[in-house]
Nanobody, 131 residues
Framework: QVQLVESGGGSVQAGGSLRLSCAAS????????MGWFRQAPGKEREGVAA????????YYADSVKGRFTISQDNAKNTLYLQMNNLKPEDTAMYYC????????????????????????WGQGAQVTVSS
């Protein structure tokens, strides 16, 4: 069983930055890919960014490309999401997700944003961006 714990959320003005962290414990070596999702009130959960842990390939939603960066520190079993130039529309609860099922990098590139791809989820971290 894998446990995921997010931290680093908070409130910031538009144009500011935040960095989210996701600490993974349990059978960390069984994780093949990890992602960040977000959910705003009244909206569906959407994929923000993801990483194929084997080779570090990264994937981003169009809405965050150039502003957000996903990275991993394998020594610390931690996933990060650096968020720069934040906008009010980035306000949401952010969730870390992970899974250990085998996916080729090619296949994962087409499905990384789907919530069904991930078995393990964190409890969420609130990000609020004011204008």
């Amino acid at each position: 069983q894998v446990q995921l714990v997010e931290s680093g959320g908070g409130s910031v003005q538009a144009g500011g930055s935040l960095r989210l962290s996701c600490a993974a414990s349990g059978y960390r070596n069984s994780i093949n890919y990890m992602g960040w999702f977000r959910q705003a009130p009244g909206k569906e959960r959407e994929g923000v960014a993801a990483i194929y842990t084997d080779d570090g390939s990264t994937y981003y939603a169009d809405s965050v490309k150039g502003r957000f960066t996903i990275s991993q520190d394998n020594a610390k079993n931690t996933l990060y999401l650096q968020m720069n130039n934040l906008k009010p529309e980035d306000t949401a609860m952010y969730y870390c997700a992970a899974d250990g099922r085998w996916r080729s990098r090619g296949n994962y590139g087409g499905t990384w944003y789907m919530t069904d791809e991930y078995k393990y989820w964190g409890q969420g971290a609130q990000v609020t961006v004011s204008s």
